[in-house]
């Protein structure tokens, strides 16, 4: 089974708009050639297939009419230059565990969604908030780089921009959505575990500092008398990670960073830098952004430098809901395999999906943590071992009960 | 006369890279245009100019060969957001004195420096180094931001590199060499003078410093998990400011930072940063260069991180000639203004040509002692009274008898 798997990966993985490298845009020609693929792997595990108003692909039971769903998938556009794996596993394996699967008392619907990463247009989830009818109409007239709007490419695509709303599903006959994916970082393998729960999809803020204190030669004023803006950005640099460091699950990061004027023998009169700060739960974010800003304007005000800090983006953490875990563990630990909880440092598909219904994520291990590179590889045992977790998962399957 | 000297280092400051700021490099667009208006004002002035080799301009008394030659000058190259004074005030300060000079027992020869400051390329004092002799062919191998070397670029501003070693002067040709300077320092402002007789230049250190951890994607790498060259970078500068201040009269700067991906939401994988260690006494600043490069590794070495440390300019502390100092105080007692005598804490031209022949300097005083910044400002009444004492000095100037 493993070999098939990898060998699809492989196949699909050669489906790209730019040869030489795997760029799969939405809505692009690689796009199409993918979902023609997909849709024979699709039908060969017994599903019915439909390219749905907004682009993605949707495998659906046969005779699903009335029966409630769950909904497994991930996406199948890719950043540029991208790896193999991201998006494109998870739909593969999803595929490959429902072909092995005997009849189940509930339908499974299998979502290639088309826009996840926003590489071509300036949204990202397009595919997936459509199913959850949260779509913005307005981001057809968005436009690529070439000019072209999102509602001309899904026209000529075979789509039907004046239909997406009809794709929004019915909460009431969704009963979850599961979606497999690679780790795209470190845990895992540090473990040495091949899959992991992922306990929520974590939020996201990012803030904007600037540091104005007085240039001057670096030769001629004393160390008393300088307002040295890097050498506060430093103090406040290694705030960041320390406090990063001591909250479980945050991470904090300084990932860009530009001083004024910038050459050897001036004293740093100016320093802008980033702040990305990401938990799962978006109690403890709130609280870094608070802290951490108060604690920059306290070194500021201490050096005499003036602080300006703006917030550029606020993104709320996504929590995997606590049964379906409890029904991912179960399945692990019949796999004779450690349970590991961690959280997801990346955005995925699962967070637009989650204002339609429950929703879980496997992780697989990935190597060296790395991804959205040709580099991204996993092994056919970690892929193999995913898959028989999610066979089990089906398997089990049911509801919670009503309290 | 003030007002055309202070009308000439406006338009002189007009002439940039970046417009809307002053930021004239070594070799550059307005390197050329600079050099193409002062080589007027000396021509005016009664000399004979040429652009040498290194890029430098010289203006010559004519009819010179075979008389000795008092050297004068100071740099046109500035750092990034410049001020208006800093090495062009010395230059055209000069030329304003030879203006007005009668006929002298002596030659002059007025040298505009093209790279003092070490703006765009590792080293500084190029162009005073190669009228030396000491200019070091290497150099031509280094490289600028963009990946220009030196030598190209030399060669595309109509310089010549094989001949750098020609323009090396005879010290049995040369007097001594003189140099006007804006203070750069709070000094004289204290001191309500408008000039002072520089004793000394500070030694100089500057180390490039680049860090190698891994890069990493800032939402899925745990804190504990990173090798952060950025966060590394911040405890190191902190503590060369710390160490700075723990000295006196040392001073400990780092003023250009750069760090790679630079993006907000990658951990930063690579940092190069430089060093700025000066002090009046040599075993000062060896001391200070040999306890923070061990420092620095030890911190390195405990975040895991690669660390590569560059020596990339030393300078020993530079002595004024005694005679030189006596006859600019006999020249400022002569205008009635008390005698200070002070020592420098940025470097200058005087410190490589020192290798060549008795060096002394005059400082004018600066408003706030600020330099390196558009704010640096001076008086036309003070550029009055250094150019005065400047005349009176060369009117009176005299070798020293031998023992």
């Known amino acids: 089974m493993q070999h098939s798997l990898m060998n699809r990966l492989a196949e699909l993985a050669a489906i790209t708009d730019t040869p030489g490298a795997l760029t799969r845009l939405f809505l692009s020609p690689a796009h199409k050639r993918a979902i023609e693929l997909i849709t024979g792997w699709m039908q060969d595990a017994g599903l019915e297939t439909e390219i749905d108003a907004i682009g993605n692909l949707v495998g659906r039971s046969p005779n699903a009419a009335g ?16 790896g193999a794996y991201d998006g494109n ?6 595929i490959t565990a429902v072909k092995s699967m005997e009849a189940l008392p509930y339908a499974i619907e299998i979502i290639a969604f088309g826009d996840e990463e926003g590489s071509r247009f300036p949204q990202t989830l397009s595919g997936s908030r459509a199913v959850t009818g949260n779509f913005d109409m307005n981001a057809l007239s968005s436009a690529d780089s070439t000019g072209a709007t999102m509602g001309d490419a899904l026209r000529a695509f075979g789509g039907d921009p004046d239909s997406i709303p009809k794709i ?5 006959e969704i009963l979850a959505y599961v979606e497999l994916h690679i780790e795209q970082g470190p845990v895992l393998e540090a473990k040495n575990l091949p899959v992991g729960i992922v306990t929520a999809i974590n939020g996201a803020s990012r803030l904007a500092v600037t540091l104005t204190g007085a240039a001057g030669h670096a030769g001629t004023v004393p160390m008393a008398m300088r307002r040295d803006a890097l050498a506060a950005a430093a103090e406040q640099i290694l705030f960041i990670e320390t406090y990063g460091k001591s909250i479980p699950n ?23 830098y980033s702040i990305d700060i990401r938990a799962p739960e978006d109690s403890a974010r709130r609280e870094a952004v608070a802290t951490i800003s108060a604690r920059l304007e306290e070194i500021a005000a201490t050096r005499n430098i003036e602080i300006a800090i703006t917030q550029t983006h606020n993104a709320p953490a996504t929590t995997c809901a606590s049964w379906l875990q409890d029904q991912l563990a179960d399945a692990i630990a019949a796999q004779n395999l450690p349970v590991c909880h961690l959280p997801s440092g990346a955005g995925h598909d699962a967070m637009a999906i989650a204002a339609l219904c429950p929703v879980a994520m496997l992780f697989t291990r990935c190597k060296g943590g790395i991804s959205h590179t040709p580099a991204e590889s996993i092994t056919a045992e970690d892929a193999n071992i995913a898959v028989a977790v999610l066979t089990r998962f089906l398997r089990s399957f049911k509801m919670p009960e009503t309290p």
Do not use: Q
């Not at 029966?67 to 991208?82: C, Q, Y």
């Not at 596993?89 to 999803?94: E, M, N, Q, R």
């Not at 929004?168 to 009431?172: G, I, V, Y």
């Not at 910038?262 to 009169?269: H, T």
């Open 250 to 272: 945050l991470v904090a990061t300084v990932g860009s960073l530009a001083i004024h004027p910038g050459a050897p023998n001036s004293i740093p009169g100016r320093a802008t």
């Open 168 to 172: 929004a599903r019915n909460p009431a």
């Open 89 to 94: 596993f998870g739909v593969l394996a999803a």
């Open 67 to 82: 029966k409630p769903r769950l909904l497994l998938g991930s996406h199948i556009d890719t950043v540029r230059d991208a």
